[in-house]
């Protein structure tokens, strides 16, 4: 018999044909296919061991988002070979760039070739929920130990149907070396932030104070600060019984606030459309003193920006007007698609992925504090014990979800994926809307959805 074997080749054009094949997918990335033996050689395998009887060939399809550390999806795919060697099952494991993995799903959905598995983040995945995509998964968090906060977050409509697989817990990175020239003190409010923002900001120079983008790309950070700072200035999007209450003074100030850091020059002009890679890029190239973001940032500067590393302070969110300082977050998780022709298996990967807590842990800290744990068991390590890491651990646990106060429904989702509060701050910014139409607008879009 045949040792199994993986192989890499080249993606193709050609969604859905390459869907039918089983072999590759439209991407600038690459198909790993962990090959299973032949028909005949699992035959021949099984006759040799067990007689006569045949073992049954399997599939899955599953496509991953491509992160910024890359030992996870080498970690991944590990996983993937080993699952596929023990259990006799092709799997075509697809790396997609996290930007364009919506797109390609909603074409594969068109064509009725959706994929048995994906990990995505969880409200990209969310909204797939209410498209009635994915399949409920009350099995999968029986066999699993979650956290309680993680079953919190992966409870749709008040079923179990997203699978957390880490947390993502924000944090707010200031260029020390640039604040400490400002003379203040580490900023508590937005209006301090935004006032040290100017002294240190130098576009003549090629350095802008902030660095926060505002691209409706898709992705979930734009969105998240803008109603990071709706509800630390006292606004409610939608409140906990699900009423539209956006329409507020508090929101109105809210988003002239956001839309003054673009029109005062202190974050660069083409934040505007940035995805949410934008920020990651441009606190790396060295332009701007402060962003928003998970750990991804702390991992690629120890790699390649020691120097920036020293010189950056993780600090706390600052407060709105009343005090208050929400800190919005969320988690990757895998979808499990009812739509694709493999679900059972895919269910299969996924609770012999959480089986190897020794594994799970090690990829959790092998994406530096990028990630936190969704399972118990797993936190009484000296990584987490590590001061630089701990303070991610501890956001991860006191994390709103992104649509907080709104009950989590699809709803929820999909006003938070289709981006509404960027698209209002854009009319303002891009349009020279007035601030009060483009929150009349925002009220009704909102109410499209609610309503």
Known sequence: MKKRYTKIVPLVLGLAASMVTGCSVKSSENVVTTAAPTTAEAETSASAESGDIAVEQKKMVFWDKSEYVEGYNTMMKAKVDEFASGNHVDVDYVVIPAADMKQKLMAAIEAGNAPDLIVGDDTLVGQFVSMQQIAECSDIFEAVDFTENSKILGTFNGKPYIVPLAFTAPGMYLRMDQWEKTGMDIPTTWEELKEG????????????????????????????????????????????????????????????FIAS???????????????????NNAYLAGTVGVITNSGSVVSSMKEEKPELLANTQIIAYPAGPAGEAFTLGGANVFGIF??????????????????????YNAMIEAMGAMWQPVVNGVEDTDFWKDPVNAGWLANSKNTYKTYYPAPSDERATVSF????????????VVNRADPQEALDHLEAEFNKIYN
């Open 417 to 428: 994926t289709n981006q509404l509060c960027v698209k209002a701050v854009q009319e303002i």
């Open 338 to 359: 009812e739509t694709g022709k493999n679900t059972d298996v895919a269910k299969d990967f996924v609770k012999y992925y959480f089986e190897d807590l020794d594994n």
């Open 261 to 279: 850091l673009y029109e005062e020059g202190l974050i660069p002009p083409d934040a505007i459309t940035g995805d949410d890679s934008w920020n």
């Open 197 to 256: 923002a100017k002294l240190m900001n130098d576009p003549a120079n090629g350095f802008y104070g902030l660095g926060f983008a505002m691209g409706a790309s898709g992705g979930g950070d734009a969105e998240g600060f803008c109603r990071t700072i709706i509800l630390d200035w006292g606004g409610i999007p939608v409140d906990e019984n699900g009423k539209v209450t956006v329409n507020s003074p508090e929101t109105l100030e809210a988003l002239k």
